[in-house]
Every structure is written in structure tokens, then in C-alpha cells.
């Protein structure tokens, strides 16, 4: 039994005391600490789910066991007391067997990197666990919003999960193609297939048919383990001692901080009373946010948790009264099933908006009373709270309650009316009466876990006629906005002019004139967007109007409402997205493509070969497990862009508790100066900083938080100067990197504008950046051995540039520097260079103080230090005919590199090398400008500059088909280039497949008769328009650095026959070593499992290039081949002379007559010669992809209907992970050209901090969730087509299909424009990337919501 006082948590069924003195850690902090590493920390900031947990716990009132699922990051360890945490180690292990979910997502490969795949176990563990039964599909991809995944596009997991959705029987089918055809359909599920049983995911063959998730599952000692999700037992059980433990009042002081939990209200009034600065907290969504990223220090935590008065949730006399620390879970869950609020137009309201309002984590975690606290002015519930007259119950100790109406309650940025000692008690919400409408806006970037640009609440109270006039006039009104100022705004006017009119349209004319007048976004207004804001709120005040005034209509007959306007229907049209479903094809494999061995052909769908671990948490990353003594370093970073340092003084820094030191430039032992190419960045600035976030130093100290707490303790001053902020200052300011822009030149570009035979358009593209958002951010720990010995475990793409940077920043040779790699979270370029400066600056204390260091940067540091795709920006000249052929085209392509050349002039030359995609210009002059910025510098990202390059031409091609008034299909069609044809650099376009991608997507999708019901669907539609669009892709294949084309491996045969395979390639979740392990395994002629990959470390293989170009698995593998093709003739004789003996027996006679069984393997591609020369790739991958979307014309809002792809891989090494490559780029690249925005401190945002980055975190930028995906997604693999030029007639797929997302931009684009024509607009408009709902919203300028925007209107961006 518990003592008093006892702190008690159960961890996966084992019960932990936890420390005193840890008001302030979270519990993912307690977690880690305690060695379950498999809850990673992605974001801190509760934004993407990698440290999703669930938490048991007793409800005190009703008796009941409640499972959630929560963010570790952001629960304060203490709110967990006598509470049951379990983890991912806790539901499955390799040895004990896999948990039904977990095996589930390995099988459907949905697991890449891994880092966030124990997030979406845990939140589909917890799904299951709080049901009765079964969840719907529409519930689990709820329960997956707050989930993010940057690999694999979420289809496959979303299919993984599938199966323990509520459906008919035959959803629990899944067809698998007989005859070596491989085709997996997702969703849409086939007759004929095997029966799957909905709880464990697995063929079964009981013939179950209840509904109920019911598991079972073999563990892997072959013991059975009945796992019914109903039933507590049948899991890791709630602890009995937690049955009847109640939760104790709790008075815990700290050094820093104090733990008050009260469990009365009296008791938190006192608490209040004595101290009216403790801080209450409930879910910590904002106060740990606050703790963590503004550095707020709380002496005084009270957790309002355990209070019942707070958790109470009734309705009383009409009103629904609700406790402050009710969850939003709990108000979600009471809205639904009371049935004095169910169905209400209120509960319906509600409902709608919490749908949207955070992820489902948050929203277990997080009270009613901490949203209306908080005050902010973009609240989603303080406009509904508001608009239906809501009141708010407060309380002092030794007073009664006082009630303040929800309107009067908002006084100023995150101000509000209560007292410093008074208590939120309760909220009164009055039911909605009949002929009472409600109705929730919000407009985001995102519809998933995002905060709202704008959001707002209405009501509206009718009365019938009074006179002989049949229409009903309003009775009353409220209208409050948020988003549009410091704090919830109430529209007052434009209520006082409704109340008593008729619901016409002359009345909506008025009311939207009076409220544009009413509610205005200031020019300078933190947030910027300022006409997309001010569209919003007129845009939602019309969609009210429509929404109930067909509602009275329905109500109380036609007649009581004036006729509706145009497009009221549409407008009114509420949000609805299916479950998504997918298909995936690939053919048969084509003959040839064996390498060795029938039973294990290359080309087989095989799960990635780290899966399991992935799924089961025990994949281990580099920041996962440090020895003892580690130490934890912190930079020290440039607050502005370009500056001179005055002076660095660490003095209050040092002498604090923990801190083993400061070390900045005069401390590096060997040089200072490191760089990606050129060796133009600095260890640690010495003299001037040139972009915010440049390291200055590092502080070393015992814990974490010792040393972010120091950190911010060392004092910089600085002379500031002037920056170059984007590449619109660099062109005026002549900023350029000298000699690094290349040119190409075809024909003559200027014969033909001068010859007048053609028309000339001259324009510029505007393409934004990307932020790479690995979910595993930058970290390595670096560990001095003997000597001058150092090994660092380092998240890199590139472990030998870590070796060869890090002997160079300390001085010593790089024969006694190994840089370790097991496996990264992601990298996607971003780790290929920038990662080195992280090894660099934890590398200079190891090695002085001679004690291990780990560096891990902060999401919000990462992202503002660590570089991003270049923004780049087009200005080009061009020639055409009347027909739309293009004839020439002069482009002057500009990136911004940021402070340091890094890879940006290579980036630059394929973006030059892509400009043509699949297109034969005759003439073409262009040139590329390569700014110098005070950005930090921008680099590598999947792709390398080819999608911009690409999406420049493909931009020019529409904009010639409108303006020689011809489809851009027909356009696009009579550009391409024709087999055989030379590209600009004088490459032939040998087995060129873009007109085979093309004409098969073309068919697969139906896209003639698409296009004819688009259109026809825009006829119908005012308000919502739908666009349709096809893009093909071309991408080259290599480095265009020639001497980077090389590879190494090493393959080492064991006695038991088993072989340990390693390369210099990375495993970051494209499934590189599992690809290389299946050449390896097929050449030598053994199962895939008796091939083992360790790790990648320069003491391995030395000098391996950087994992990236798309090119690893060509030429790991084909050195992996090099290598066991020399086993296999040393293995030959042996084989002979032993005919039908295992491989083992085979192994061991070689090594009993002293045959080497080791091999080292080497590839160098053949015949390439790098840019300048007329064969820059080995060979070309084509594409082409199909998107349909339907934009909200009043919201800028967009759905993708529907995306067909067609990818050619040649024979795939391995369709699945193909596969998984082709969605995964799709989705991130829809990421950057519809949806991420970066926002920098610039001139067009000058309400952000000069050079600072605005979006540094999952909070402002927003990366595509599951709900972003195509509803409906089909991914096929070009059939029959091998490629001749690389291993087992394989291609490369990893960057490839990025390109293909921009089907969705022109189809948004073709969307617009129906916009446009609806209203007579002019169709000369430009969309710039990404197409954000602020400029889909913008450029369909519409005449009916009153805000009138410019025809011309092209809103700001940074670029
Ligand atoms: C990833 C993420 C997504 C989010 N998405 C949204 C979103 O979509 N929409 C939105 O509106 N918000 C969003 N938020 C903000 C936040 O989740 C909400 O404001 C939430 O309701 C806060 O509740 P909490 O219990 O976590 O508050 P806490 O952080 O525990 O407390 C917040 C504040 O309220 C005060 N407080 C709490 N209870 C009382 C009381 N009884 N009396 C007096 N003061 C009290 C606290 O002292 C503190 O100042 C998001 C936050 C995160 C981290
Ligand atoms: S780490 Fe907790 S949500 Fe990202
Ligand atoms: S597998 Fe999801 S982020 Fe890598």
C-alpha cells in the first residue's frame, strides 16, 4: 500500500516513485530519463505527436478507468501521479511479440525513419483502449491528427490501421494478386480476398464475425495471448493499488519550483489567496509552451486537476455548465451523447470546432477553463463562447461567485476581467432554443491541429412576422471574431443593425458593408495577411448568412426568408472529407531481374528490415543512449542577421550550478573555419555574426536544463549591420557568391525574340522555401576515447564530412575520428551538410574537458539554424508561337543561398539542368544567381534545386497556354520532347519514358472525362470550384559532382553462415539497407534474414559520399554485388565440390582451407562527367501525375478529390518501399508547393524581427497531416520497363516523384481560374508557391462577400 505522500506512477505495469524537486520536468523528460527511449521528443511542443503516450487513470466521480492518449512532452511529470503510463516498450517487444497495432503498421510498411512511428502506435493503442467498440475509419484518422509523419505520405499507415476499424465483413478483406502480379488496394477493398481479423490485422481463419475489437495475437514464444481491447486484463492491467488510491492533496517545493495539487476548491482558493501568481494548470498546453519556448519561470505550479467541483459537467436549467478543468475530450464525449445538448444547434457547433481544434492528444489533455484563461486572441472557443452568451463563474477565496458575461470578460492581449486570486469555476453556455442558430468558423493554414488565421462565432435568434410581411426578422444576434486583433473581438454594429430585419439580401449587403467597416485588420497587425484576414471575416459573416437562412427556410418554410444570394448554397456547403483510400500497382517482374537465387529475388515487396524495432520503440537513434558522465552542451546563437560582436561574456553563465563551461572560437583546438565546399562558415563566429541562429558558442553543463538556462546567461553585444533579408535585397544590393552561378546556353535565345516572328512574354516565378522538418531534429554525441581518439554518434547523412570536419575543427587526423550512424530520423537533404556544424560545436568541449558531450537542437533551434530548401525566384523572357510552341526562353534563375555557399551552386546547376522537365526548347539562355543573404545558409533538400527548376518551366507552360487561350494538357503535349532528343546540355534522352508515364496516367485517371465533369461542376458551383491537372517529371540520376559518384561496401561471411553487410550509405527510412541487404542475400544465394546491416561508420567504409542524389541504392548496391560477387567465386569451388550442402556447410570449408571471407566492394558509376559536360546523369526517372481539387472560393480553403500517379522505376529493387518513396515525396511536395510557408523577418513581413524565422515549430509551420492527403491516392509503378544503367535493372526513387506533387498546384491554379471566369476576372493572374488558402482565397476575388480585392493582387511571401 502507498504511504503518505508517496509519489506514485506505474510505468507499463511497474511502479515508480517519482523524484522530488520535478515540478518542472514533463513527464516525456521522466520517461527518457528513466530508459524508455521509445517515446521520442520531436517538436516539445505537443505539434506532432513522436511522444505520444497514453495515461490511465480512475475517474474519481464516475469510478470508471479513462485511457488517453497525451503528449509526454507537455504533461507535467506530477499531473501523472497515481496514474498508469504506458509506453510503447510496454504494449509489444521483439522477444515478448509484437502488439497487434504494432505488428500491423511493420507489415503494411508504415514505418520508414521510424522516429514518429511509437507516436502512432501509442495513439492508435490508445483509440483502442477507450473504446467499447470498434472505432470508425473517420475515428481513427481523428485520432492520428495530431501524428505528423514526414516519410511516408501516412497511406500506408492509415491502411495499417484500417483493419481495426468498424466495417462491413468484406472491409476486413484484402486482395492480393495471384501470378506474381503484385497489387495492393487500400480502402476499396476486393471481393475473394482472405478474411482479416479486425483485431489483430492478421488472416484468420476462426471466421469470427463479431464486430467487437477482438484480438489474438501468437506471441513469439508461442505462447497465445488473448488481447481483447475491452478488457483491461487481457492488456497490461490498471494496478489494483491505483483502484482504490485516491488522488492526495500534494505540497511539493523545488528549487525552482513549487507543486501545489489541491483536491478542493476551498483549498485552491486559499492556495490562490496566498499566492495570486501560482500558476493553475490542467493540461499544460500553454503554460508548458510557455515554460519551454519564452522561457517563463512559474514558482508556483497548482495543479486544478483533482478538484471535483472543476470537473464537474451538467446541464442546469437550460444551460450546459461546465467545469473549468473539464478536458475537451470530456465536453467532446458529454456534447455527443447528452441528450439535452445533442443535436442542438450550440453542441452541434461545438462540436464542429473542436473537431478542428488541436489533435486529439491536446485535446485530452487540455480544459475549457485554460482556452478561456489563456485569452488568446486566436482562441477557437472564446468567439463560440462568446456568440452564444456564454457566462463565466469565478470565485475568491472567502467570496461568492461572481459571473461575468463572456463578452465582457476579454479586455486586451491575453488580458482578461478576472482578479489575480480568482478562480475560473465554471462556464454556463445556454442550450441553443429553436430557430436559434450557431454556427463556427476558423480558417488555418491546415485544417488538422492547426491554429486559426481567423476564427469566429455566430448566433442568431429568429421571431415570426409580425405584420402581414411573411418573413421572419431576427430577434438576436451575436457576432465575435478572433484573430483579427489583440484579443476576441465582438462585431457590435453590425449585431445592432441585424437585430429586427428580415433575412435578405439587402440586409446581407448592409451587415457585411457595416462589419468590413467594423472589423479591420490593421496594415501593420502582428500576423500580416492583413486583405486575407479582412476577406475572412466579411467571407464568414455571408457564410452565416447562408447557412441560416437555409436553415429558418428549412425550419419555417421558404417564405420566411428573402431569396438567398448566388452561390448560398455552396457557401453553406459544410467541410466533409471521406476516409482516404489508396491503390497501389506494380507489375510482374521482368525477366532478367533475378540476380542469383530463385528462392530470393530482387524485386520482392519485403518489409523494411528495421520495422519491427521501429514499431516496438527499441530502434535506437544517435540521441537515444549516452554513456554515463555525459555532458549536455547548449548554443550559444546570433540574435540578428548581421552584426559585428563587441564583446562575448559568459561570466553570470559559468558560475552556475552544473556548468562545466563556455567555448567559443579561441577555444577550437584545430581550425576555425568549416564548410560544406568552401570552407566559408565558422566553427564558432568569430568577429561577425551573418544570420540569426549562427553558433557563437557552446555551454557545457550536467543536465539540459542547466545548460539552455546558462546558455541564455551569456551576453553577446553586438553592433548591428545592415542585412540582406531575401533575394529580392540581394538583386538590388548585387549580393551574389562571385563565379558561382553557371549558365547554360542552347541555340540562340536572342535571334529569336528579335526576329518578330513570335509572340514575347516576360514574367517572374515566386517559389517559397521548405523546411525539411525531420521529424528526429539534429543531434550527435561526441566521445573522446584515448589519446586524440573521438567517435561521435551522429544523426548525418553524411558521417564522413563529420569525420573530416571534426579532425579538422580539433586538429587531429581523421584515422582517429569514426563518426557513427545506425540510423536517422529523417533527413531528406537536411543532414547531408548541416549537419556537421551540431558534430563540430559539441566535438570542441569533448574534447577538451575529455568527457562525452551531446548536442540535440530544440525543434525551434533546428529550424532557425539548420538551413531549408532554397526559395527561388525566376525572372525569364520568352518566345512562342500562336499555337503555344515554345520557341525560346531566356531565364535568369536567382535562389537565396543565406550565409555560406554550402551545396547552393550545385543546387543552382540542377535546377538549371531541370529547367527544361520533359520539354524541347530550341533555344534556351539560362543563368543562374546564387544571393548571398543573412539567412543561415540554405542547402540541400530532395530534389537539389531540380523541382524549382522544374516548376519554373512548368509555370511559364500555363501561363503561355492562357495566353494563347489553349488547355495547358495541349500545350504541355506539344512541347515534350520527342525519344532520342538531346536535352539543353546536349544529353540524349535515352529510353525516355515521360510519354509512357503520361499516356497511361492520362487513361488510368480518366482525365478527359474528369476534365469535361470538372467543368461542369464549376457550372453548377459559385462558390466552390474544382481544378484538374496533369504534370509529367524528368529526373536526372547522379551527383553533378563527378568524383561523388562512387561506393563502397563490405561484406563479411560468417561461420554460421550468416553475413554482416555494411556500406557507406545512410539508413534514414528509405529503405536502403533493406534494398542493399536483398541484392546482397539473392547474391549470395540466403534468406534476407541471415543478412545483417550494423551500422554505417567511416572506420568501415571509408570516404563514402553523402547519402542523397536518389543514387544510394544504385551504387551501394552494386558495390554490395562488387563484394559478394567476389565471395561467390571464391565460394564457387566449394559449392561444386559440396552439391547440395547449405550455405553453412559451404562457408565452412572454404574458411577450414583459409579462404578469405571477407570482401570489400567498390562501384564508381560508369560515363558520367558531371555539370559542364553533355552528360551530367547516368540516367533519367519519368513520371507524371493526375490531381483534382475543390478550392472554397471564401476560405481559400482546398481539398486534393483525387491523385493518380504513374512513377517509373525501372524493375523495382522493392515495390513496396518504392512505393512508399513515391507517396512519401508526393506528400511532402505537396507540402511545399500548397502548403508550408516560411516566414522570415523581411521586408514583406515586417512584423517579425528582422532575419528572424517566424515559423520555428509544428506550431506555425505546417507540414501536410493525414487529412491532407488525396481522398483518394493511386500510385502505380511503369510496367516492363527495365533500366540497363543500374543494379538489377532498377531506378531510383527517392526524389524523383517530389516533383509530381505540383499536380496539385496547377490543378488549385486550374480551380482559380474557373473563379476567376465566374466573376469575369482577369485570367492574367500569378499563383505563387506554395498555394496557401491566403492566396487561393485572394486571387478568386469574388464581388458578393463585399471586400473588395484588387484584381492584380499578388500577396506577400519570403523568397
Ligand atoms: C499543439 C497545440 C495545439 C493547439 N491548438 C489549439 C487550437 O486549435 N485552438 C485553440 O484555441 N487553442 C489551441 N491550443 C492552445 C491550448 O491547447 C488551449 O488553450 C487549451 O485549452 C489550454 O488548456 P490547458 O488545460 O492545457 O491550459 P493550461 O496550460 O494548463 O493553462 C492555461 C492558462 O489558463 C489558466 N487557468 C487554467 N485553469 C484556470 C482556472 N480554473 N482559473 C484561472 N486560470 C486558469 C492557467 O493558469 C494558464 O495561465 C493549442 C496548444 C497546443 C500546444
Ligand atoms: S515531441 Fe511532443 S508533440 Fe512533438
Ligand atoms: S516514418 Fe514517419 S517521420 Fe519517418
Known sequence: MAKAHELVVYVNGKRHHLPSGAADWTLLQYLRHVGLSGTKLGCGEGGCGACTVMVSRRNVQTGKIEHRAVNACLCALYSVENCHVITVEGIGNLRRGLHPVQEKLAHAHGSQCGFCTPGFVMSMYALLRSKHEPPTEEEIEEALAGNLCRCTGYRPILDAFRVFAKADTQAYAQE???????????????????????????????????????????????????????????????PPELMTRTPEALHLPGKTCTWHRPTDLTSLLDTKQQAPNAKIIVGNTEVGIEMKFKHAGYPQLVDGSAIPELNEIHVVEESLVVGSSVTLSTLVDYLRSNTQCKGTDMAVAFLRQLKWFAGLQIRNAAAIGGNICTASPISDLNPLLISCNATFEV???????????????????????????????????????????????????????????????????????????????????????????????????????????????????IALDIASQEIKVGKEAPGGMVEFRNSLVTSFLFKFFACSGLKLSSDAGEQAVGEMPAGARSAAKPYERPP?????????????????????????????????????????????????????????????PHAKIVSIDPSNAIVMEGVHGFFSARDVPGSNAI?????????????????????????????????????????????????????????????????????????????????????????????????????????????????????????????????????????VSANKVVCRTKRIGGGFGGKETRSFYVACAAAVPAYLLKRPVRLCLDRD???????????????????????????AIDAHLYNNAGNSLDLSTSIMDRALLHLDNVYNIPHMTCKGHVCKTNQMSNTAFRGFGGPQGMLVMEMILEKVAASVGKSAVEVREMNFYKVGEKTHYGQALENARHLDCWTQVIENSEYHCRRLAVDEFNRASKLRKRGISVVPTKFGISFTTKFLNQAGALVHIYTDGTVLLTHGGVEMGQGLHTKV?????????????????AETATDKVPNASPTAASASSDMYGAAALDACQQLVARLKPYMDKLPGKTFKEVVNAAYL????????????????????????????????????????????????????????????LNPAIDVGQVEGAFVQGMGWCCIEELVWGDSEHKWVKPGQLHTRGPGTYKIPTANDIPIDFRVSLLTGKPNNRAVASSKAVGEPPFFL?????????????????????????TLDSPATPERIRLLSADKLTGWQIAEDIRPNGSW
Request: aromatic share 8%.
Open 1153 to 1212: 582451407d583459409r579462404v578469405d571471407l571477407s570482401a570489400h566492394g567498390f562501384y564508381k558509376t560508369p560515363d558520367v562527367e558531371g555539370f559542364g559536360s553533355c552528360r551530367p546523369f547516368n540516367y533519367f526517372c519519368f513520371g507524371a501525375s493526375v490531381s483534382e481539387v475543390e478550392i472554397d472560393r471564401l476560405t481559400g480553403d482546398f481539398q486534393v478529390l483525387r491523385t493518380d500517379i504513374v512513377m517509373d522505376a525501372g524493375n523495382p
Open 675 to 811: 564548410g560544406a565546399v568552401a570552407l566559408d562558415e565558422e566553427c564558432f563566429a568569430t568577429d561577425e555574426v551573418t544570420a540569426v541562429g549562427q553558433p557563437i558558442g557552446i555551454l557545457v553543463a550536467e543536465t539540459e536544463q542547466q545548460a539552455r538556462a546558462a546558455a541564455l546567461k551569456v551576453h553577446v553585444e553586438y553592433e548591428e549591420l545592415h542585412p540582406i533579408l531575401s533575394i529580392k535585397d540581394a538583386i538590388a544590393a548585387n549580393s551574389e557568391y562571385e563565379g558561382e552561378g553557371h549558365s547554360i546556353v542552347k541555340g540562340d535565345a536572342r535571334s529569336a525574340f528579335d526576329s518578330g516572328e513570335y509572340l514575347i512574354m516576360e514574367g517572374e516565378c515566386r517559389i517559397g522555401g521548405q523546411e525539411h522538418f525531420y521529424l528526429e531534429p539534429q543531434n550527435t554525441l561526441v566521445v573522446p576515447g584515448e589519446g586524440s581518439e573521438i567517435s561521435m554518434f551522429s544523426s548525418t547523412q553524411a558521417p564522413m564530412k563529420h569525420q573530416k570536419m571534426v579532425a579538422s575543427v580539433l586538429g
Open 580 to 640: 482516404s483510400k489508396g491503390l497501389q500497382y506494380w507489375g510482374p517482374p521482368a525477366d532478367g531481374r533475378k540476380l542469383c537465387d530463385e528462392r530470393i529475388p530482387v524485386g520482392e515487396p519485403v518489409m523494411h528490415m528495421a520495422a519491427e524495432l521501429q514499431v516496438t520503440g527499441e530502434a535506437q537513434y544517435s540521441d537515444d543512449c549516452w554513456p554515463a558522465g555525459t555532458l549536455v552542451g547548449a548554443l550559444v546563437a546570433s540574435k540578428y
Open 176 to 238: 492480393l494478386g495471384g501470378n506474381g502480379v503484385q497489387g495492393v488496394t487500400s480502402g476499396g477493398i476486393e471481393s475473394g480476398g482472405k478474411k482479416i481479423c479486425p483485431g489483430t490485422g492478421l488472416p484468420c481463419e476462426n471466421g469470427c464475425s463479431r464486430q467487437k475489437v477482438c484480438s489474438r495475437s501468437e506471441a513469439h514464444d508461442g505462447k497465445k495471448q488473448n488481447v481483447d481491447h475491452n478488457n483491461d486484463d487481457a492488456e497490461l492491467i490498471f
Open 861 to 887: 533551434e533546428d529550424m532557425q539554424t539548420s538551413g531549408h530548401r532554397h526559395a527561388f525566384l525566376c525572372r525569364y523572357k520568352l518566345a512562342y508561337t500562336a499555337q503555344g510552341k515554345l520557341v
Open 1301 to 1325: 506533387s505540383t499536380s496539385v498546384f496547377f490543378a488549385i491554379q486550374d480551380a482559380i481560374r474557373a473563379a476567376r471566369v465566374e466573376d469575369s476576372n482577369s485570367l492574367d493572374f
Open 395 to 509: 470565485q475568491s477565496k472567502g467570496n461568492t461567485s461572481r459571473f461575468i458575461q463572456a463578452n465582457a470578460f476579454f479586455l486586451g492581449y491575453r488580458k482578461t476581467a478576472m482578479q489575480p486570486e480568482e478562480v475560473l469555476v465554471r462556464v454556463h453556455i445556454p442550450l441553443s432554443k429553436p430557430f436559434e442558430y450557431v454556427q463556427e468558423f476558423k480558417q488555418a493554414h491546415r485544417r488538422d491541429d492547426d491554429i486559426a488565421i481567423v476564427n469566429a462565432g455566430m448566433r442568431v435568434r429568429f421571431k415570426p412576422p409580425e405584420g402581414a410581411d411573411p418573413l421572419w426578422l431576427v430577434e438576436d444576434v451575436a457576432i465575435a471574431y478572433g484573430g483579427v486583433a489583440p484579443c476576441t473581438v465582438i462585431a457590435r454594429d453590425t449585431a445592432a443593425f441585424l437585430v429586427g430585419k428580415p433575412w435578405t439580401q439587402d440586409t446581407l449587403r
Open 1077 to 1093: 541487404a536483398q541484392i546482397t542475400a539473392a547474391t549470395l544465394g540466403i534468406p534476407l534474414s541471415s543478412v545483417y546491416v
